[in-house]
């Protein structure tokens, strides 16, 4: 493995939540949980388009605020919420926290107005080129070196929301902000020196005050759709906590027992899936410029994905 690749790759996963380096190859235990990781995440969409008709922000909300329980339970059952008290002391490591929990934030909020919005291909089209923008990332902030494989990923994803940015007459700015909101999220993140079940209860008890704030007044000003709307939003609302919670734990659980090149392919299910669920189940057109974009964009990911492969061997 080159040693220019390391910092970069590192990003791709979180470390093990108990501080052990990861197995240097690939169990079926860690393929089956990050696999269940990358489909419920690829299926997302088909559950939050059940709530397109509440407000995004309150949905936002609920998802910070109905993950905490089950994050902090999660922590006292692996016997591991020791960790998370001694972070909360530490000022430095609130503010890092707190740096990470605005940028997840930002991107869950695009993410919502993009499936409410009947948007899910720029969805799609932004975690598609997430993968190139880390690469790029790592170079500009990082100093990495690029090789020539990932510089023709970097050229043709770009040509690629040039081509989109020409027909509409205005940048992909949904799929252009989950791409960066995510990136910075993940660059972020490795200064977290803390396990990744840790860090996420961290972020979102911090953003709990602002989502309990904001459904109190959304409950004075009386829009509040939680408990007003019927028992079957009531337990969709709740179900944002379980939906965000269990596939973020399932792929850290799993990433620390793959490889990261494994890892590094594997994250092309969730955005396929979202693809396919916005083409063939919400009817949204796939044409015009999307036509050549969609498959430069793919043709960047075999380029990242080859050289992902020759680092490995």
């Not at 040509?159 to 909101?181: D, F, H, K, Q």
């Not at 020196?193 to 007044?217: D, K, R």
Request: with cysteine.
């Amino acid at each position: 493995m080159r040693a220019t690749q390391a910092p970069l790759k590192a990003s791709l996963r979180p470390e093990p939540a108990d501080g052990s380096r990861a197995l240097d190859g690939d169990s079926l235990a860690g393929f089956l949980l990050a696999l269940s990781a990358y489909l419920l995440w690829g299926a997302l969409p088909l559950y939050l388009r059940l709530l397109d008709h509440v407000d995004v922000a309150e949905v936002l909300a609920h998802r910070v605020l109905w993950s905490v329980p089950l994050a902090l339970a999660v922590l006292w059952a692996t016997g591991r919420l020791r960790s998370l008290g001694r972070a909360m002391r530490d000022i430095r490591m609130l503010g890092m926290a707190a740096l990470t929990a605005a940028l997840v934030s930002c991107n869950w909020g695009v993410y919502l107005y993009a499936i409410a919005s009947e948007q899910a291909m720029s969805a799609a089209l932004g975690y598609y080129i997430n993968p190139i923008f880390s690469v790029l990332l790592a170079a500009l902030v990082l100093r990495e070196k690029l090789s020539r494989l990932q510089w023709a990923a970097v050229a043709l994803a770009a040509l690629a929301v040039v081509i989109l940015t020409v027909e509409a007459g205005r940048l992909p700015v949904l799929s252009l902000a989950l791409t960066v909101s995510w990136g910075f999220y993940a660059l972020a993140k490795r200064a977290l020196p803390i396990g990744p079940n840790q860090s996420f209860a961290l972020e979102v008890m911090l953003l709990s005050p602002f989502a309990l704030g904001y459904l109190a007044w959304l409950a004075g000003q009386g829009t509040l759709a939680f408990g007003t709307t019927g028992g079957r939003d009531m337990a969709l609302l709740i179900g944002c906590g379980v939906v965000t919670a269990v596939p973020l734990m399932l792929y850290a659980n799993g990433a620390k027992r793959l490889r990261l090149t494994t890892i590094g392919l594997m994250q092309y299910i969730a955005p396929t899936c979202i693809f396919l669920i916005a083409v063939f189940l919400f009817g949204e057109p796939f044409e015009g410029a999307k036509l050549w974009a969609f498959p430069m964009i793919w043709g960047a990911l075999v380029l990242y994905s080859a050289d992902l492969w020759a680092s490995r061997r």
